[in-house]
């Protein structure tokens, strides 16, 4: 069939489900997400490195496969683990603009989801000297889908309906199955189906509904607009019914027809339905609508990312700003004097991670809940000494988390890296930080049907401590539910 094209809003996905309900799919959601996108340092300078990190995660119930994550709008002169930066582009050291990852299974449930992590190692422009400018990029993650609808439906003869209503009878209802996705598949009949005398017939309405923003496609490339906003959508009816039409989508729906999302959004059909068996006095049926598509969903970085050209760096051939003519400017290194303090920060720790196992039984975590925590190390001018690890269960009063203004049930522990920082004194009320390796990865011990509060700060040599903001992502919430 042919596509016509619209304008698509691209968004993260956030929640979105296809489920049944009494008219056979309704629900609140679930499907592939972008769980977040970012990079652990925001403002560089020309030729500096930073860590573009996303997670993704799937919430629904079907298998996603061939997934594949993309990187866009972000300039890259090469893709190489040797590759520098250029003037003008940014350098990929690790990674690949585009990569296939494995599929996403299903979650266990009552268990917690399991995010897949996927990073890239880039470099920042050169830029001529003392030129800002601001940059922002884009995660695509596609992968291939289906969404299940199905509908219970009885259906009586008109007498038995009668009959029923006349004795105040409760009439039959249908009961349904859901399937979360990003489509939600809506089945409805008139309910119950009544069945008059010389008739066979009965109207079927199918509509599908893209909950939450991304964008359905065919085959297996997501960025083939002329494939976009396709699905593929297959009717099966049990024994005793057959479709009545014999043209159009519904003669070729009990196949398989490739429909069209009008403006990505939603495609609605209403097809004639016959009975091939009599009906006695009542039966059930049930009807199941499948689509197979491909979906996919993008995410802009948390936080632009703002480069500046280093002042001692000349472009080539001694071009200027871009359109301007010049040499450029050089600024020698300071000569002689004394080295200054170090007063400058960490930067703040991002992309807290945490992972669930229960406490094992005859050790010190019996009955407790064994959390496992990671993060990005941020970066520092001199170098990061080692973190601070917050444990409380008081939501904090502001925004921002920092020594100042923790009350009494956030306490801290610390642990060094190179330079090996004392454990600090106070003991933390309800949580104790078990271990704390080199590598980042902090264990906690919590009580079960708790909600807690989890922050981390950089410290350097110097005792100069990093943020701890809500915001900025160094700080979680979790709820550690029951055994």
């Known amino acids: 069939m042919k596509l016509a094209l619209f304008g698509i809003i691209l968004a993260v996905i956030v929640s979105g489900c296809t489920g049944t309900g009494d008219s056979g799919n309704t629900g609140t959601g679930g499907s592939v997400i972008i769980k977040s996108f970012s990079a652990d340092e925001t403002n560089l300078q020309g030729n500096d490195r930073t860590t573009l990190s996303t997670e993704i995660i799937n919430t629904g119930d079907s298998k996603a496969t061939a997934v594949k994550i993309q990187l866009l709008d972000l300039d890259t002169a090469c893709a190489q683990p040797s590759c520098d930066s250029t003037e003008t582009q940014w350098g990929l050291s690790s990674g690949k603009t585009s990569d296939v990852l494995t599929d996403l299974r299903i979650n266990t449930p009552g268990e917690e989801a399991i995010a897949k992590q996927y990073n890239w190692r880039v470099q920042s422009p050169k830029l001529p000297a003392n030129l800002p400018q601001t940059y922002d990029a884009k995660a695509r993650v596609s992968f291939g889908y289906s969404t299940t609808a199905i509908k219970q439906i009885k259906i009586v003869t008109l007498s038995e309906y009668q ?7 409760t009439l039959p209802v249908t009961t349904a199955q859901p399937s979360n996705g990003p489509l939600k598949i809506d089945v409805r009949v008139a309910e119950p189906v009544r069945i008059e005398e ?55 729906i009990t196949s398989s027809v490739t429909i069209e999302l009008s403006k990505g959004k939603s495609y609605k059909t209403q097809c004639e ?24 969903v993008e995410s802009k970085l948390s ?24 040499t450029g400017t050089v600024t020698p290194p300071a000569s002689g004097g ?82 090996n920082i004392p454990l600090g004194s106070r003991t933390p009320q309800g949580g104790t930080v078990e271990s704390f390796p080199p590598n980042g990865v902090a264990r906690l011990l919590l009580d079960p049907n708790t909600s807690y509060w989890i922050g ?15 915001s900025a992502g160094s700080v979680i919430q979790i709820q550690t539910g029951s055994f």
């Open 338 to 419: 004394s080295t200054a303090p170090d007063t400058e920060p960490p930067n703040t720790v991002r992309n807290i991670q945490v992972q669930k196992f229960a406490g094992q039984p005859g050790t010190a975590s019996a009955g407790k809940w064994q959390y496992t925590i990671s993060f990005l190390e941020p970066s520092d001018n001199v170098g990061v000494a080692g973190f601070e690890i917050y444990v409380g269960t008081i939501q904090p009063a502001t925004g921002t988390w920092n020594t100042a203004t923790l009350d009494a049930s956030n306490e801290v522990k610390k642990q060094g890296l190179a330079s």
């Open 198 to 252: 010389g008739s066979t017939t009965f109207l079927l309405v199918i509509e599908v509904t893209n909950l939450i923003g991304g964008t359905t496609f065919l085959a297996d490339n997501p960025n083939d607009v002329s494939k976009w906003n396709l699905a593929n959508l297959k009717l099966t009816l049990p024994s005793g019914l057959a479709m009545a039409e014999t043209s159009g989508d519904c003669a070729a």
């Open 273 to 296: 339905v016959k009975t091939t068996t009599n009906i006695p006095v009542s039966v059930d049926k049930t009807v199941n609508v499948k689509a197979d598509y491909g979906y996919f």
């Open 456 to 470: 981390i700060l950089a410290v350097d040599a110097s005792g100069n401590r990093g943020d701890l903001s809500t």
């Open 303 to 326: 936080v632009p990312i703002s480069v500046i050209g280093k002042s001692n760096y000349v472009p080539p051939s001694g071009g200027g700003a871009p359109g301007q003519a010049g």
């Open 163 to 169: 009959r029923l209503k006349t004795n105040g009878q």
